[in-house]
């Protein structure tokens, strides 16, 4: 299993930029997948925004942000990073680092397949 710690989240004016770090700590990192997931506030499901797969340069992006991020990793920290740039009111939502073991890549980046979660750091963008 994988430990997440995110950090980096806050309060910005919109077309401002954020960097989200997440912290993975386990012995399987080099097989996983860490996925930047968002739940909207009064939304019960997160959706998946970017993923990478650890350890190569495999990188997913998805959805309203596609454009306006950058996903990238720190392997010798392992540390997985979520640049947001041009951030709109519509980003606001708490934003969550996921991951998941296995071999060959991220597959379906659905939220159920993930297995585990850090706690998740608040974004705010205002108008």
């Known amino acids: 299993q994988v430990h997440l710690v995110e950090s980096g989240g806050g309060s910005v004016q919109a077309g401002g930029s954020l960097r989200l770090s997440c912290l993975a700590s386990?012995?399987?990192?080099?097989?996983?997948?860490i996925g930047w997931f968002r739940q909207a506030p009064g939304q019960e499901r997160k959706e998946v925004v970017a993923a990478v797969y650890t350890g190569t340069d495999r990188t997913y992006y998805v959805g309203s942000l596609k454009g306006r991020l950058a996903i990238s990793q720190d392997t010798a920290k392992n540390m997985v990073y979520l640049q947001m740039n041009s951030l709109k009111p519509a980003d606001t939502a708490m934003y969550y680092c996921?991951?998941?073991?296995?071999?060959?890549?991220?597959?379906?980046?659905?939220?159920?397949?993930?297995?585990?979660w850090g706690q998740g750091t608040q974004v705010t963008v205002s108008s």
């Open positions: 996921a991951a998941t073991i296995r071999d060959g890549g991220c597959g379906e980046l659905y939220e159920r397949n993930f297995a585990s």
């Open positions: 386990g012995s399987t990192y080099s097989r996983s997948c």
